[in-house]
């Protein structure tokens, strides 16, 4: 085997990870979790919970994940975590 084909299966490998299927005309939530948001709002001094200004930024977060996520109906958020719900059944050729 070649270097280059070990990097080519290598590759793949990275992608079959991801290569999951949706169920099909079910609804989906996604949850979408900050990562290492406990340091910073520690360094930015802010309880994440209250801190309006962070409140804010989910929440056009969450509003421009909406917008920009097919069959997004819904979008919740909390601390540092947005959840959004999704339709994929609406119609009869919709797919997730």
Known sequence: MTSKDSLG????AYENVFNSKLPIR??????????????LTKKWKLDPAFDID???IMSHTATYLCKNIDGAKLAYT???EISIIIRNDME???TP
């Not at 079910?26 to 340091?39: E, V």
């Open 9 to 12: 299966d290598r590759m793949k």
């Open 78 to 80: 909390y601390s540092d």
């Open 26 to 39: 079910l609804p989906i939530i996604l949850r979408i979790d900050g990562k290492s948001f406990h340091s």
């Open 92 to 94: 009869i050729n919709t």
């Open 54 to 56: 962070f409140r804010n």
